[in-house]
């Protein structure tokens, strides 16, 4: 396995991310390339870059003022999944976090589910946050051995804004496992409780930013950026600083 050793200026965005739990950390795509079909793996492992497909580069200027990619709301995607990826995942414990913005206030509303970030192993075993079906929320979900464990927020339904989204997961702790989702830095819902065991390898076809699967389908509608995934849940203070550019 060959991993780049990235440049990051000092006190860039992108050097924060990499300098949170770095033992920890298995990807990190910025979403920042200005051409190309490849979404760049900044944590690393060459192995672990992504592929896009049919989104628009360098639309517009993420949280931290770097170019960002528009997504149509149909057919665009980044394909993410690796060998290199599946292996190094933790269905058992882990932290999954991206940046988020809609296209139109209307996005809250149409009824339709669209998804962030997809991590599936198969319809039993999955990590995904969304946008829900219900008008004006965000939904943090995840399933081990066919318990789903979800939490749900509408704090931020109607924003234009950019908005950091997280969800971490972590089957040791509070005995019997623990589930939160935080947006923004604050934690948000309740923590859920009583995990499954997360069983499978992540799928082919459901390792996605920006829909829920690559067929396209539930495809995210507007700009995303800083999609990164630990294999340990990162803690408040942590994922606060995160939401801080």
């Not at 599946?86 to 296209?103: D, L, M, P, Q, R």
């Not at 209307?106 to 589910?113: E, L, N, P, R, Y």
Request: with cysteine.
């Amino acid at each position: 396995m060959f991993r780049r050793i990235p440049f990051i200026k000092g006190g860039s965005y992108s050097g924060k991310i990499l300098g949170t739990a770095a033992a920890n950390l298995i990807g990190y795509w910025p979403l920042w390339e200005t051409s190309g079909a490849t979404a760049d793996n900044l944590e690393g492992t060459a192995a672990r870059d992504g592929a896009y497909t049919g989104v628009t580069l360098n639309s517009s200027t993420g949280p931290d003022g770097k170019p960002v990619p528009l997504f149509d709301g149909a057919n665009d995607f980044v394909d993410i999944y690796s060998a290199s990826l599946n292996t190094a995942f933790s269905g058992a414990e882990g932290t999954a976090a991206i940046w988020v913005k809609v296209s139109a206030a209307g996005v809250w509303t149409d009824s339709t589910a669209r998804y962030p970030l997809t991590l599936k192993e198969d319809a039993n075993n999955s990590v995904i946050i969304s946008k829900f079906t219900t008008d004006n929320t965000i939904r943090f979900a995840y399933e081990a051995n066919n318990v789903i464990e979800p939490v749900a927020d509408t704090s931020i339904g109607g924003s234009t804004a950019w908005n950091h989204l997280a969800v971490t997961w972590s089957k040791s702790s509070g005995g019997t496992g623990e589930v939160k989702g935080y947006i923004n830095g604050v934690q948000v819902g309740t923590t859920q409780q009583t995990l499954g065991v997360y069983a499978g390898e992540l799928f082919i076809n459901t390792t996605v930013i920006g829909a829920v699967s690559n067929a396209p389908a539930s495809a995210w509608s507007g700009w995303l950026a800083h999609c990164a995934v630990w294999t340990t849940p990162l803690t408040l203070a942590q994922i606060l600083a995160l939401a801080t550019v």
